[in-house]
C-alpha cells in the first residue's frame, strides 16, 4: 500500500497510486457496469479495490467536513421510520467488515448484541447495543457515517422496485437526497440521460432485486468538480456552480479542476433485506492525473470524444474542452 | 447419512454454501421433526431475512426448507421437516439425520421477506406451513412490531404450537377444523387495520382458497404474500378413485400414495422424470372431474380449463376421475 510506481525520480504518492481511475479505454458510455467487489484493480499507477471500506489520509478531515455539513443541514440525514432496522442491519455489518480489513487501527466484538468498538484513528472506544438508539452518543445512521468515509443510502425493496428511504450523504455530486428521499429507485435516475432508452436503470434494478444476503457488488462512477470540495449537492448549488463557468480561464486549472470518482458498493444487508448503497468519493487534480502518462492521455481523450448531452448532464460542458487541451497538450 | 452427504456430488443448489452439523433433533408431532446445524467450528453463521429458507442436501437431491427463527446474527439455522413418505425422499432423508452428521446446505435464501411499511401483519398457516411464520413471528417480536398469527393444525399434530403460544400470547388463534378456521378467516380478513400485509403458507388448496377468500373480501394483491416453498413438501392428501376410460379399469388411490405410484403399481406406468410436478413428463388428459393441482409445471389457465394433470404430485377434489388412459 505505500508504493506506488516510478514516476520519473519519484515514488507516486498514496492519493494517485491508490486512485480508481475509472477509463478502460478512450471513450466513455453508460452500462450497467457492475462487478463483484473486494477484487484489486491494478492500475497503470498502482492499484485499488481490494477492500470495502477504503480509509485515507483525508479520512479525519472528510469525517470532520461531514459533521460540519450535517450541522449546517440537517435533511443530509433522513431515516424513514421503517428503516430503522436497516441502519442497525448496516451496523452490524459494516463494523465487522471494516475491524477486519483495518485490524492496526479498529476492532469489533460482539456478544448477542452487546456490542464493543474501538477506532484509534478517533480514539474512540465505545460500547453499545445493537437495535438501542438511545446507546450510541448520536443517532445510529450519523454514528455510521462518523465512522466510514463513504456516503450511505438504504433502498428498502418492496412491491416489486426499490425505494430510497433512508440515507446520510454529505457528498452528492449535484444532486439532493432531501428531494429524493421516499423515491423509487427509477424514480431517482429519471434525469440522467440515454440511460432510460437504454433499459441500463431498469436492468440495474432487476439486477439489485435479485441480489441476494451477503451478497456485494461495486460499480465506479465520475463526473469533474473544481477544487477539492466533497459537498456539490444542490442545497450548496450557489457556491460552487459558478466555478464551473469561470475555471476554464483560470491559469490554475490544472490544479483546481479535479476527476471525480465515485466508488459505489451494493450491498444486500443479511437481516433486512435492504439493499445498502455505498458512496465512497474520491477527488484527484488533473496536475497529479497528468503525472500518470496514460492517464492524462486518456482522460484528455474521453472529455474530447464524450457526448455533449451526457457533458452537460455532469456539469462539465463547460470546461471540458479546456482540460482536454491542456491534459492533450493542444 | 454422513458419509453420504460427503460423497454426494455437491448438488448445484447447494454450491458455494456451509458445511454444516446437525446439532440437534427434536421431535415436534409423530410426523414433523425440528433439526438444527451449526458451524462445526462454532462460529456464528450469516444472518438471514425473517422467512428465508435454506436448500438442504440429501444423496443426489436437495430440497428446500423454511428457516424458523428471525435470522438476527443467528449462531443456528432450525429447520422443521414434515415426514412424507410418498416424497421424492428428502424428507425421509432428513428424519433419519443424526447428531453430528455433516450437511451441505446453501446460503439462506430471501423469497418471502416481511414488508418493512406493513403497519401489522397477518399471519396464516396450516400444518407445516407454521415454520416461515415462526420465523415472521419472532422478528416481529424483536422488532416491536405487530404481528397476528392463524394457525391451522390437525388435533394433536400442531407443530411449534407451544413456542407459538409463547411468542403471541393473545394475537395468536388455533383452529383445529375446517368450520372453525373459515371462521376465524373472514372475521381477521374483515377487521384488520389499513396497511395491513397478509402473510400464507401452507398447503396449496389451502393457500388458494385463502386468497381467493381474501381478494373476494376487497384486498389488493399487493397485500397477499404467499410462501412459493409451501407445496415443497406437499401432504398426502385424501384418498379418491381414478376411471381409466380406454383401458376400462378402474383404481384406488390411497392417502399417501400418488397418482403415478398407483398407476405404476397397477402396471399402468406412464413416462415420468422429476416427480415432483416440476418437469411436465407425466402429464395426462382428465375427462372429467377436478384435479387437485399441486404441481408447479401447468399454467393457472391450463390449471382451471381441468383437462391436464400431473399425476406425480397432483391429486383430486372430486371423489372420482376420469382418465384418458
Known amino acids: ?330 | 447419512m454422513t458419509a453420504t452427504a460427503l460423497q454426494a456430488k455437491v448438488h448445484p443448489a447447494v454450491e458455494g454454501g456451509l458445511l454444516l452439523e446437525v446439532a440437534d433433533l427434536s421431535v415436534q408431532t409423530a410426523s414433523v421433526t425440528s433439526i438444527t446445524f451449526t458451524d462445526p467450528a462454532g462460529t456464528a453463521l450469516p444472518g438471514y431475512v425473517p422467512g428465508s429458507h435454506l436448500v438442504v442436501q440429501y444423496g443426489d437431491g436437495a430440497n428446500a426448507y423454511s428457516l424458523t427463527g428471525s435470522g438476527r446474527h443467528p449462531s443456528e439455522y432450525t429447520i422443521s421437516v414434515l415426514r412424507v413418505d410418498d416424497g421424492a425422499g428428502g424428507s425421509l432423508a432428513m428424519h433419519r439425520l443424526a447428531v453430528g452428521d455433516l450437511v451441505r446446505v446453501s446460503h439462506p435464501r430471501s423469497a418471502f421477506a416481511p414488508v418493512a411499511t406493513a403497519r401489522h401483519h397477518l399471519l396464516i398457516a396450516a400444518g407445516i406451513g407454521i415454520t416461515p411464520m415462526l420465523s415472521h413471528a419472532r422478528a416481529a417480536a424483536e422488532r416491536d412490531s405487530e404481528a397476528t398469527l392463524v394457525y391451522v393444525y390437525r388435533p394433536g399434530q400442531g407443530a411449534h404450537v407451544q413456542q407459538a403460544r409463547e411468542l403471541l400470547g393473545p394475537a395468536l388463534a388455533e383452529c383445529t377444523d375446517r368450520g372453525s378456521f373459515q371462521e376465524e378467516l373472514t372475521r381477521r380478513l374483515t377487521d384488520q387495520k389499513l396497511g395491513t400485509h397478509l402473510y400464507l403458507c401452507g398447503p396449496a388448496a389451502f393457500m388458494d382458497t385463502v386468497l381467493a377468500r381474501a381478494r373476494e373480501l376487497g384486498w389488493p394483491q399487493g397485500r397477499l404474500h404467499s410462501e412459493p416453498f409451501g407445496a415443497a413438501e406437499l401432504d398426502q392428501g385424501e384418498p379418491f378413485t381414478v376411471n381409466l376410460a380406454r383401458s376400462g379399469v378402474t383404481l384406488e388411490v390411497p392417502a399417501g400414495i400418488s397418482l403415478l405410484e398407483a398407476l405404476e403399481n397397477a402396471g399402468k406406468g406412464v413416462p415420468n422424470m422429476c416427480r415432483k410436478g416440476v418437469c411436465g413428463e407425466c402429464s395426462l388428459q382428465v375427462l372429467r372431474g377436478a384435479p387437485l393441482h399441486r404441481d408447479l409445471y401447468l399454467s393457472e389457465q391450463e390449471k382451471s380449463a381441468n383437462t391436464t394433470m400431473m399425476c406425480c404430485v397432483s391429486r383430486s377434489l372430486d371423489q372420482e376421475l376420469e382418465l384418458d388412459l
Open chain 1, 1 to 330: 500500500m505505500s508504493s506506488g510506481v516510478i514516476d520519473g525520480t519519484a515514488v507516486l504518492p498514496e492519493r494517485i497510486s491508490r486512485f480508481p481511475f475509472p477509463f478502460p479505454s478512450d471513450s466513455y458510455r453508460y452500462s450497467t457496469n457492475v462487478e463483484p467487489a473486494l477484487k484489486t484493480v491494478v492500475t497503470e499507477a498502482g492499484a485499488w479495490g481490494g477492500r470495502l471500506l477504503d480509509i485515507d489520509e483525508h479520512y479525519r478531515h472528510e469525517l470532520t467536513e461531514r459533521d460540519a455539513v450535517l450541522t449546517r443541514d440537517p435533511t443530509r440525514l433522513q431515516v424513514l421510520p421503517h428503516m430503522r432496522p436497516a441502519v442497525w442491519d448496516a451496523i452490524s455489518t459494516l463494523l465487522p467488515i471494516m475491524a477486519a480489513e483495518h485490524p492496526d487501527a479498529m476492532s469489533f466484538d460482539r456478544d448477542g448484541n452487546a456490542c464493543r468498538w474501538q477506532n484509534t484513528l478517533q480514539d474512540l472506544d465505545l460500547e453499545f447495543t445493537l437495535g438501542d438508539d438511545g446507546s450510541l452518543p448520536v443517532e445510529p445512521l450519523r454514528f455510521l457515517g462518523s465512522q466510514i468515509q463513504d456516503d450511505i443510502a438504504l433502498l428498502d425493496q418492496r412491491e416489486g422496485a426499490l425505494w430510497l428511504d433512508a440515507g446520510l450523504v454529505t457528498f452528492a455530486a449535484d444532486w439532493s437526497f432531501g428531494f429524493d428521499v421516499g423515491m423509487k429507485f427509477l424514480e431517482v435516475h429519471g434525469p440522467v440521460p440515454r440511460v432510460h432508452q437504454e433499459q441500463i436503470i431498469t436492468r440495474a434494478q432487476q439486477f439489485l432485486l435479485r441480489l441476494q444476503p451477503g451478497e456485494k457488488y461495486r460499480r465506479a462512477n465520475w463526473t469533474m468538480t473544481v477544487d477539492r470540495r466533497l459537498d456539490t449537492s444542490t442545497e450548496t448549488y450557489p457556491q460552487w456552480a459558478r466555478d464551473r463557468a469561470t475555471v476554464a480561464g483560470d491559469p490554475a486549472l490544472p490544479d483546481r479542476l479535479h476527476l471525480r470518482v465515485e466508488v459505489q458498493h451494493l450491498i444486500r444487508l443479511p437481516h433486512s433485506g435492504a439493499v445498502l448503497f455505498l458512496v465512497r468519493t474520491h477527488l484527484l487534480s488533473l496536475s497529479d492525473i497528468a503525472r500518470v502518462p496514460a492517464w492524462r492521455e486518456r482522460l484528455g481523450r474521453v472529455l474530447a470524444e464524450l457526448p455533449e448531452d451526457m457533458a452537460e448532464y455532469k456539469g462539465i460542458s463547460r470546461y471540458r474542452s479546456a482540460a482536454s487541451a491542456w491534459l492533450l497538450g493542444t
